[in-house]
């Protein structure tokens, strides 16, 4: 079996777990395919309606446009989503019926910008829906296949260790970032003792969360760290899903470490600060550099078992791994491998 099949496979059957559910009702999908766009409109709170517009010209792509406003029967008027105090921008209208939506600029407004979201969007059913989002994991997962395959020859020899954990991890890494990112929620487990069901099949939601976490996959891939990267311990470091770490050794041998994990998108990221003592801050006589150090937060009412954290470098990557870190992650996590950025200049 080739990696792209065993990759698909592992997929499949992952989100085969998963009981899925029909969109949320007030929930709308619209496509306009010519240009591989897709737009959501959905009931908010105090009457509003939210807009996403979602471009898809690579596979799996996460470059959206949000917005809301208020809805008159079948014209809706809204505008970016911005914080609080900032210009909102240009103003749209999408006229509504039962097959279209139609957006373009409301009307007297001067030198409004185009935010590449105007023109006419199709409804679109949940088997369509199905169909183009099963389509779309299927060509980021090849994408993903082509930068593997290219990475085990253009990566530098050093950072090839980190090549190889990072696929083993890949199928697990990818379930725990859809997981933590779908709407609907999974039903669940079911009980052993009743009759066993067919496992129910992928809905359009999972299908989108499983290309957008491959399109992270390939991007981590096929983006080499920055030349000035170091190969000590000094850096800023990302993996593939919103997770970040800082290191920082100083002269007295202390290694500062800062890690983030920011998983759920909109959702505000967990941070935990650590200091590694120098004791445990190693090389070994094959060159290998690790540092482990545990964490409690002396501050928390209800104390938690001390987390563990072992950090491993394999050339210009960060492996970072963990025991009991749960309650200081958040929703997300901390493990996985990590790729190497200088420090910023001041």
Not at 222 to 240: H, I, N, S
């Amino acid at each position: 079996m080739t990696l792209r099949q065993t990759s698909l496979v592992a997929c499949l059957m992952l989100l085969s777990l998963a009981s899925a559910a029909e969109p949320a009702a007030g929930r709308l999908f619209l496509l306009d395919e010519p240009t591989q766009r897709h737009l959501s409109l959905e009931k908010a709170g105090f009457g509003n309606t939210m807009v996403t517009v979602r471009f898809a010209m690579d596979p799996g792509s996460s470059g959206i446009w949000t917005g809301g406003g208020m809805r008159k029967d079948k014209e809706l008027t809204f505008a970016r989503n911005v914080n609080e105090g900032e210009d909102r921008g240009t103003y749209f209208v999408a006229e509504i019926s039962e097959s279209k939506v139609v957006i373009g600029f409301k009307e007297g407004q001067k030198e409004p910008q185009d935010a590449g979201i105007n023109g006419t969007y199709k409804r679109a059913s949940e088997t369509r829906l199905l169909q183009l989002l099963k389509k779309e994991f299927q060509a980021a997962n090849e994408r993903l296949t082509t930068a593997l395959k290219n990475a085990s020859k253009s990566w530098a020899s050093s950072d090839r260790a980190a090549l190889g954990l990072w696929k083993d991890q890949w199928p697990v890494m990818r379930q725990r970032w859809v997981d933590a990112n779908l709407k609907t929620a999974a039903a669940r487990p079911a009980d052993s003792r009743a009759p066993q069901t067919k496992p129910a099949e992928p809905t359009a939601e999972q299908w989108l969360k499983t290309a957008q976490a491959t399109a992270r996959g390939y991007g981590f891939i096929e983006v080499l760290p920055d030349p000035r990267t170091g190969a000590g311990w000094d850096g800023e470091y990302d993996d593939f899903g919103g997770g970040h770490a800082s290191l920082r050794l100083s002269k007295d041998g202390k290694l500062r470490v800062s890690l983030v994990s920011g998983r759920q998108e909109g959702q505000e990221a967990s941070t935990l600060d650590a200091t590694v003592p120098p004791e445990q801050v190693k090389t070994d006589k094959g060159g290998m550099m690790t540092a482990e150090f545990t964490f409690q937060d002396a501050e928390a009412v209800v104390k938690n078992k001390p987390a563990r954290f072992k950090l491993t470098k394999l050339g210009r990557y960060l492996r970072i791994e963990t025991e009991d870190a749960a309650p200081y992650a958040g929703s997300g996590w901390f493990d996985g491998i990590y790729r190497g950025g200088p420090v910023p200049q001041e």
